[in-house]
């Protein structure tokens, strides 16, 4: 059973700090590495992709995979009140089309 | 660009009739659409994978007799859910390829909110 895990949280950050969340997953063969946005009520939000170990700047979003420990993770700058949602991180394995979720973290900025 | 459009947001339907959601990419052509359902406070939950011009791939536990989907052209794709019961009532989101060769990304609808009274 392929696994993406998260701690579900609820993480509290102050507005202006860095937000980091963590994403963990099972199979090594996975290739391809995304983190959603969900607020409550909508549907998830690509806000990050990233394909190759090291890290991806986005504005004020950093992905950063590392292969080796399966590892993935998502740092938010600047934390902002409209940042707080529940963030999903998703796996995909080469060859594979659907994303494997993990259960997704709630994350709260304080202002 | 990769805007995903679903109508209608939101449908209340009476028990034992059937209801067509539309899931459409806009501005670019999906060979491959995928449909969800969330519970409230639930993990997003994949029901079926659909490619255009074949036939879904239904995940284990989804009736594919109950969920019909048809994925026609590279923006459209459907989800019937048919003699559809209060058990059905979810939030039922669609994704669309976005992208070809191995690297490419899921982008989702805004989902429709199913209340089956």
């Known amino acids: 059973q392929k696994e993406v895990e998260q701690n579900s949280g609820p993480l509290s950050v102050p507005e202006g700090a860095i937000a980091s969340l963590n994403c963990t997953y099972s199979d090594r063969g996975s290739q391809s590495f995304f983190w959603y946005r969900q607020y409550s009520g909508k549907s998830p939000e690509l806000i990050m992709s990233?394909?190759?170990?090291g890290d991806k700047e986005d504005g004020r979003f950093t992905a950063q995979l590392n292969k080796a420990s399966q590892y993935v993770s998502l740092l938010i700058r600047d934390s902002q009140p409209s940042d707080s949602a529940t963030y999903l991180c998703a796996v995909r394995d080469q060859g594979a089309q659907k994303l494997v979720f993990g259960q997704g973290t709630r994350l709260t900025i304080n202002p | 660009g990769a805007v995903v459009s679903q109508h209608p947001s939101r449908v209340i339907c009476k028990s034992g009739t059937s209801v067509k959601i539309e899931c459409r990419s806009l501005?670019?052509?999906?060979?491959?659409m995928f449909w969800y359902r969330q519970f409230p406070k639930q993990s997003l939950m994949l029901m079926a994978t659909?490619?255009?011009?074949?036939?879904?791939?239904?995940e284990q536990g989804v009736e594919k007799d109950k969920f019909l989907i048809n994925h026609a052209s590279l923006t459209l794709s459907t989800l019937t859910v048919t003699s559809a019961h209060p058990e059905d009532s979810s939030f039922y989101i669609c994704?669309?390829?976005?992208?070809?060769?191995?690297?490419?990304?899921?982008?989702f609808g805004p989902g429709t909110r199913l209340t089956v009274t």
């Open positions: 994704s669309a390829r976005h992208g070809t060769g191995t690297l490419y990304e899921q982008y």
């Open positions: 659909s490619n255009e011009g074949s036939k879904a791939t239904y």
């Open positions: 501005d670019f052509q999906a060979t491959t």
């Open positions: 990233i394909y190759s170990n």
